[in-house]
């Protein structure tokens, strides 16, 4: 379960990940590789990773409405803003897309990437597009010690 929920944390707040850290958790209840490996293999990993700075209370990172967006990001540079809610990414339609169809979509962007966002602010439709980057180090930070701490030390947070 554990680690199940790392897993899609991590999709949630990276915005344009699927399943960064999906190879490492091995099991339900934990992570098997050593952590000094996992941490390397995950910044590692992220640094490849587009970024683009929201959380949505939906099922995966781009459904629902946006309950965060980090200053400074991607997200916040382009103007997305809490209780916005996504409807289109790169012509997909959100509310309709398989998750097939939606890692399809994904897998392409990369730090540097221009994605086209539509989404529902104020009641309106409005089209704009973001510059993705990487994650930056405190969201990587953020990122491997919660996965660390959730599931390598097995320590509960508090608050979730
Ligand atoms: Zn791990």
Same mark, same amino acid.
């Given at each position: 379960? !554990?680690?199940?929920?790392? $897993? ?16 490492? $958790?091995?099991g339900v209840e934990g992570c098997a590789t050593p952590t000094d490996e996992c941490v390397r293999a995950m910044v590692a990993r992220?640094r490849t990773q587009a970024w683009l700075g929201i959380e949505t209370d939906g099922t995966n990172a781009f459904t629902g409405t946006?309950?965060?967006? $980090?200053?400074?990001?991607?997200? +916040? ?6 209780? +916005? ?14 998750? +097939? ?6 897998? !392409? ?15 309106? !439709? ?35």
């Amino acid at each position: 379960m !554990r680690g199940r929920q790392v $897993v899609i944390f991590v999709a949630i707040v990276v915005g344009l990940v699927a399943s960064i850290v999906a190879s490492l $958790v091995t099991g339900v209840e934990g992570c098997a590789t050593p952590t000094d490996e996992c941490v390397r293999a995950m910044v590692a990993r992220l640094r490849t990773q587009a970024w683009l700075g929201i959380e949505t209370d939906g099922t995966n990172a781009f459904t629902g409405t946006i309950t965060a967006v $980090v200053p400074g990001s991607p997200a +916040d540079t382009a103007g997305l803003a809490v209780g +916005d809610v996504l409807m289109t990414l790169d012509g997909l339609d959100l509310g309709q897309a398989s998750p +097939d169809e939606l890692a399809r979509v994904t897998a !392409r962007l990369r730090p540097g990437s221009e994605v086209a966002l539509t989404l529902a602010h104020a009641g309106r !439709r409005v089209a704009l597009s973001a510059r993705l980057t990487a994650p930056p180090g405190d969201e990587v930070a953020r990122l491997v010690g919660e996965h660390v701490i959730t599931t390598h030390a097995r320590v509960a947070l508090p608050g979730r």
